[in-house]
């Protein structure tokens, strides 16, 4: 597909932002609905320029939390999904468990681990996203790291292939979508997990200023800090979607999942 | 197996416990009855009275986890019969696929949960406020999945209703439908546990306390008093969303028996 | 010295317990062109599989190039090709033909070299940055035998290699293995569905009925080599089919109406 036509895909779909902008200024101010409660498009903007110092220094703070607690879970459930699998029998007794435990509302424990760790750190929000992620990329990686095509098994059997050679060349190479597709997932789950789990308590980042904006109806404030948390998790997003396409460039399906 | 596994689970917590209590380390966090209480002492919790002449923690407890359940259940219902609704408007017109498609996959990228608070206040707090929220987290994977399940129908069997020319509607019912039900069900399990997580944050920051975020707040302040009331309720909070998942997979098991057969 | 030697093999499988093979007794010499043919469920790839240690028999004993079956694998004594090619994805065609050479611990530069040659030899030079889905089904199966010979191994194990290709690439094919098995001078174990292929490819045909997987008999196949285009026109060619066809009536092929059952979905 050329560039023109690229580009015309997607008239319909900034026809639909600009209308959505208008239709939300002009609703304001036409029914006079007031300011708390749903502040212009340009005032969040302003507010964020105004409130430049905290969003920034809170949203580094998330970002560093989340981050964190990304690269914590997500490698964790990488680790354990490579023990299950090689522990078939274990791996699919605690499989169910791992499902359960991904229908958990986890982000309830989030006051747990302000116990367990200083509440000033950013340790407990790290624990929450770290936790947050760890059963969706343990699932997906034991189902990725489990689906191989015996007939592909065979041929390396057919080498005199061991174990290790087997999981490198073989399991790895298969499971790595599934890895990336969990990995998308997760983070998002780790900015939800830094975020929301101020909600719970006094000390934090975005999260404390989303509260405590909408504690004061400055809504404009909260807005932003929204807007803020946003911009930083389409940006992990971004990041995981580019090392996925340079990871797996021999994917022919990549392109059809990347949009789904 | 669950009896094992609930067992092994004790064990593990118990043991843990007893290992870095004896030790005395501090790493990744001190162990003692505040952070670590005893599994027994929290189910004891369940037994004994929440305040001072008040009624049974687990009756208070079931009745927010009711409570909750309600609003995350409405809200589930609400956003996924929209989702499946807008799907199929979706999947035929292009036109409004490429208009919308792109925020409704872009909202799969950010933090929604975070709007909760605005939400609640919008809408003035009252529980259908906290529906909205489990709404609108099922919405959108709900909207995605089906809409791609609804395409996902094998361009031959497309060719087949041709030559019986079925109109658009009978495609839909006895072909796309069908074929979405797979992509459906995978979106909400998804959203049969962000619904509750969806409606327990949408707890927090409204004055609605008949639930188990009013509850885990509450029982928050009193931590380092009796930690295992809140640890009870987070057990709970646990059950209620593995129940809204089993749920969803017992209706998957009911409804689409039929559909692996009609595909393949 | 055989390059394999099967005696008494019997294979039973506890699922369901069922026999795939009975008391199987075949000896291969080297330079030969054996074709295992026969009915669904005859247990001609589980015969193939055995000779290749992926299965283990029930009883009996398997050597190949003079040494148990086992050693023979782990002395990589056969190269082995499967029906859908089994092509890793995530390779290049040229990193999918090095994968045996890295498990023998070639370095870098004799695993390029063997490469080039191994595409020259299926004629698949420039093909070598492509990965396996940008190949149509000819292709990919020459990637698979190619990844199959690349250690030179004595001997090479197809199970109905050309099974899922159109019929006029499947002939192509056929012309170019036998150009490959005369220039490597391997021998070649060959699983096959169609009673022509066998024929036209074959020093010998072994049919084998099912349940339990047996030899019925052995067809010796003396069209004079090489054989080209022609062979396929030549009256005893015809004769000789007709002789592997009257044996697999003899087994009950025609009955269950899976011979010949080229159309593998």
Redesign the interface.
């Known amino acids: 597909m050329n560039v023109a036509a690229r580009a015309r895909?997607?008239?319909?779909?900034i026809?639909?932002f600009c209308a959505g902008i208008a239709l939300w200024q002009l609703s304001i101010e036409i029914f006079n609905i007031q300011k708390f409660?749903?502040p212009k498009p340009w005032a969040i903007v302003h507010a964020c320029w105004t409130q430049r110092h905290t969003l920034w220094s809170a949203g580094w703070l998330t970002l560093k939390e989340a981050l964190g607690g990304f690269a914590i879970g997500s490698s964790a459930g990488m680790l354990f999904a490579a023990v299950l699998a090689r522990f078939r029998r274990l791996g699919s007794a605690l499989m169910p468990?791992a499902i359960?435990a991904?229908?958990?509302?986890i982000?309830?424990?989030s006051?747990?681990f302000?116990?367990?760790?200083d509440p000033l750190s950013p340790a407990p929000r790290m624990a929450t996203a770290a936790v947050l992620c760890f059963f969706p990329v343990l699932v997906n990686t034991l189902r990725g790291l489990t689906s191989v095509r015996p007939a592909q098994i065979e041929v390396m059997r057919s080498y005199a292939a061991g174990e290790v050679a087997i999981f490198r060349r073989v399991r790895v190479p298969t499971a790595l979508p599934f890895v990336f597709s969990a990995l998308?997932v997760a983070?998002?789950l780790a900015?939800?997990g830094a975020?929301?789990s101020d909600?719970?308590g006094t000390f934090g980042s975005?999260?404390i200023t989303?509260?405590n904006s909408?504690?004061l109806?400055d809504?404009e404030t909260?807005?932003a800090a929204?807007l803020v948390?946003?911009i930083l998790?389409?940006l992990m997003?971004i990041a995981v979607s580019l090392a996925e396409r340079f990871a797996l460039q021999w994917d022919p399906t990549r392109q059809e999942r990347g949009?789904? | 197996m669950i009896t094992v596994?609930l067992l092994a689970l004790w064990g593990l917590w118990e043991l843990y416990r007893f290992i870095w209590v004896e030790t005395g380390w501090t790493r990744?966090?001190p162990v003692n009855g505040?952070?670590m209480p005893h599994v027994h002492t929290i189910f004891k919790a369940f037994g004994q009275q929440s305040r001072f002449d008040g009624p049974l923690l687990i009756s208070v407890l079931l009745r927010a986890a009711l409570f909750t359940g309600k609003e995350a259940l409405v809200g589930f219902l609400m956003g996924a019969s929209i989702g499946f609704v807008i799907a199929i408007g979706l999947v035929h017109s292009r036109?409004a696929q490429?208009?919308?498609?792109?925020?409704i996959?872009?909202s799969?990228?950010?933090?929604m949960?975070?709007?909760?608070?605005?939400v609640v206040?919008?809408l003035q707090a009252g529980w259908l406020s906290v529906s909205v929220i489990a709404a609108y987290l099922t919405f959108f994977p709900v909207a995605?999945n089906t809409l791609?399940g609804l395409q996902s129908a094998d361009p031959r069997a497309h060719e087949l209703l041709s030559t019986y020319a079925a109109g658009r509607w009978k495609v839909l019912w006895h072909l796309r439908v069908p074929a979405s039900l797979p992509y459906l069900f995978s979106a909400l399990?998804v959203s049969?546990?962000a619904s509750?997580?969806g409606a327990?944050?949408g707890e927090?920051?409204s004055s609605i306390e008949g639930g188990?975020?009013g509850a885990?707040?509450n029982f928050?302040q009193y931590?380092?008093l009796v930690?295992q009331n809140?640890?009870a309720?987070?057990l709970i909070?646990?059950a209620?969303?593995?129940l809204?998942?089993?749920g969803v997979v017992l209706l998957e098991t009911l409804v689409v028996r039929r559909a692996p057969v009609q595909t393949a | 010295m055989s390059v394999v030697a099967i005696h008494g093999v019997t294979k039973t499988f506890p699922k369901g317990n069922v026999t795939a093979l009975q008391e199987i007794d075949l000896e291969i010499e080297p330079g030969e062109f054996v074709s295992l043919i026969g009915p669904s469920g005859c247990g001609k790839s589980t015969l193939l599989r055995v000779i290749g240690d992926l299965i283990q028999p029930s009883a009996g004993s398997v050597d190949v190039n003079g040494k148990a079956a086992h050693q023979a694998r782990l002395d990589h004594d056969y190269g082995i090709v499967f029906q859908d090619s089994v092509l890793f994805d995530w390779r290049t065609v040229a990193k999918n033909i090095a994968l045996p050479l890295e498990m023998l611990d070639w370095n870098r530069a004799k695993r390029k070299d063997r490469v080039e040659e191994m595409m020259r030899l299926v004629e698949l030079q420039g093909f070598g940055d492509h990965h396996p889905w940008q190949l149509s089904g000819g292709m990919q199966m020459r990637v698979a035998i190619a990844r199959a010979l690349a250690f030179e191994p004595p001997l090479l194990l197809m199970d109905e290699p050309f099974g899922a290709l159109d019929e006029m690439t499947r002939e192509r094919l056929n012309i170019e293995l036998l150009g490959i098995w005369r220039r490597m001078e391997s021998t070649v174990v060959f699983v096959t569905h169609s009673i022509s292929e066998a024929v036209f490819l074959s020093t010998r045909v072994v049919v084998m009925s099912p349940r339990p997987g047996r030899i019925a008999g052995v067809v010796d196949i003396d069209l004079p080599q090489p054989r080209t285009v022609d062979t396929r026109e030549d009256p005893h060619f015809f004769e000789l089919v007709t002789a592997v066809r009257e044996l697999l009536r003899g087994v009950g092929a025609d009955e269950h109406g899976s011979v010949p059952a080229e159309e593998t979905a």
């Open positions: 895909d997607w008239v319909p779909a026809i639909v409660l749903l468990i359960a991904n229908a958990i509302p982000i309830a424990f006051p747990i302000n116990a367990w760790f998308k983070t998002v900015m939800i975020i929301v909600y719970f975005l999260g989303i509260k909408v504690a109806f809504f909260a807005w929204i948390a946003s998790g389409v997003y949009t789904a | 596994t990744p966090f505040t952070t036109l490429r208009a919308f498609l792109p925020y996959v872009a799969q990228t950010i933090p949960l975070a709007v909760a608070p605005m206040v919008w995605i791609r399990k049969a546990t509750v997580v327990i944050i927090l920051p188990l975020g885990i707040l928050n931590y380092s930690p809140l640890w309720t987070n909070a646990a209620l969303g593995i809204f998942f089993l």
